[in-house]
């Protein structure tokens, strides 16, 4: 079945320091693949997505490449923020006729100023 | 982006008792409509999955009879968590997904803090 795998943390950063966040997937084909972030107390916001192989989502300073070769598909940012303080998951979206979300575990990550 | 809506945002009530959490897209009409649980520090449960006029699909090991989902209209989905005890209270989320091009997507809302008492 179709699974995501990403760094549990929680990561703790200084104010403008770089961020990764790595996700890796597995499914079949080509599924459509996603970044959700979550401030504390709210739903979830899709960040970024990215729908094929070597496409780029970005931002807010986000971004994430699809890579099928390494079934990948990392979160970065150069210089993070106090505001970027959240949870997120990454997923994946593979089709069909449920459209079921499959998420990773969530990271937590704390900037400090 | 399209948007999804949950009320109320924050319900307490005592143990035994009936909640009914409400789900709407506002501006574009859900087909399909999905239910999360989020335990604290843990990532998302997904309750269940319910299509317009249909019964809801549970998740394995999910109660039907006591999270109770109806889908009447392609903007409104409810929970209703029956006989509540304090190990229901968690954070619950809803989202949807759209028709046309949104169809890939899930639109999620801002989720309902439950505490059972």
């Known amino acids: 079945g179709n699974s995501v795998t990403q760094m549990e943390g929680p990561v703790t950063l200084s104010e403008e320091a770089f961020l990764t966040i790595n996700c890796t997937y597995t499914?079949?084909?080509?599924?459509?693949l996603f970044w959700y972030v979550q401030y504390p107390g709210e739903g979830l916001q899709l960040l970024l997505k990215?729908?094929?192989?070597?496409d780029k989502g970005s931002n807010k300073g986000f971004e994430a490449t699809y890579r099928k070769e390494t079934t990948s598909f990392h979160l970065e940012k150069g210089s993070v923020q106090v505001s970027d303080s959240a949870v997120y998951f990454c997923?994946?979206?593979?089709?069909?006729?449920?459209?079921?979300?499959?998420f990773g575990k969530g990271t937590l990550l704390t900037v400090n100023p | 982006g399209a948007v999804v809506s949950q009320h109320p945002s924050r319900v307490i009530c005592k143990s035994g008792t009936s909640v009914k959490i409400e789900c709407r897209s506002l501006?574009?009409?859900?087909?399909?409509m999905f239910w999360y649980r989020q335990f604290p520090k843990k990532s998302l449960m997904l309750m269940a999955t319910?299509?317009?006029?249909?019964?809801?699909?549970?998740e394995q090991g999910v109660e039907k009879d006591k999270f109770l989902i109806n889908h009447a209209s392609l903007t409104l989905s409810t929970l209703t968590v029956t006989s509540a005890h304090p190990e229901d209270s968690s954070f619950y989320i809803c989202?949807?997904?759209?028709?046309?091009?949104?169809?890939?997507?899930?639109?999620f809302g801002p989720g309902t803090r439950l505490t059972v008492l």
């Open positions: 997923a994946l979206f593979r089709g069909g006729s449920n459209y079921k979300l499959t």
């Open positions: 499914a079949t084909g080509y599924p459509s």
């Open positions: 990215a729908t094929k192989a070597d």
């Open positions: 501006d574009f009409q859900a087909t399909t």
């Open positions: 319910s299509n317009e006029g249909s019964k809801a699909t549970y």
């Open positions: 989202s949807g997904v759209g028709m046309g091009e949104s169809y890939n997507e899930q639109f």
